[in-house]
């Protein structure tokens, strides 16, 4: 499965976020990315054998499982953001950061 409906999804949620100041439209965007790459990653490691160790998923998640769990955490993570401004940046830069900590590890699998 293409990453493109959560991308989608995402991206729509982002336009809401106008009175953002520009770094914490670059922490929201660099989330984004790192979140959308977290979700390929782990589909592309699944379809390869090898098994999820996040606990909130089975350890061989449909890709439908998958979808909803990326789409339901980058969706509550971004309203978080938005309504929580004193720690918006941290939250998306913390967040995102570790999304792309786990593509990394899982592109090691390889």
């Known amino acids: 499965m293409t990453p493109k409906p959560l991308l989608i999804i995402l991206c729509l949620l982002l336009?809401?976020?106008?009175?953002?100041?520009?770094?914490?439209?670059?922490?929201?965007?660099?989330f984004l990315v790192a979140h959308?790459?977290?979700?390929?990653?782990?589909?592309?490691?699944?379809?390869?054998?090898?098994?999820?160790?996040?606990?909130?998923?089975?350890?061989?998640?449909?890709d439908r499982k998958c979808l909803v769990y990326f789409s339901l955490t980058g969706i509550g993570t971004l309203i978080v953001a938005h309504f929580w401004k004193e720690a918006r940046q941290w939250i998306l830069w913390g967040y995102g950061t570790v999304n792309a900590g786990y593509v990394v590890y899982d592109r090691g699998l390889d």
């Open 15 to 30: 336009t809401s976020c106008a009175s953002w100041t520009p770094r914490e439209k670059v922490a929201g965007a660099f």
């Open 36 to 62: 959308t790459a977290n979700y390929y990653s782990t589909e592309r490691m699944l379809d390869k054998g090898h098994y999820e160790c996040n606990p909130a998923l089975d350890r061989y998640p449909s």
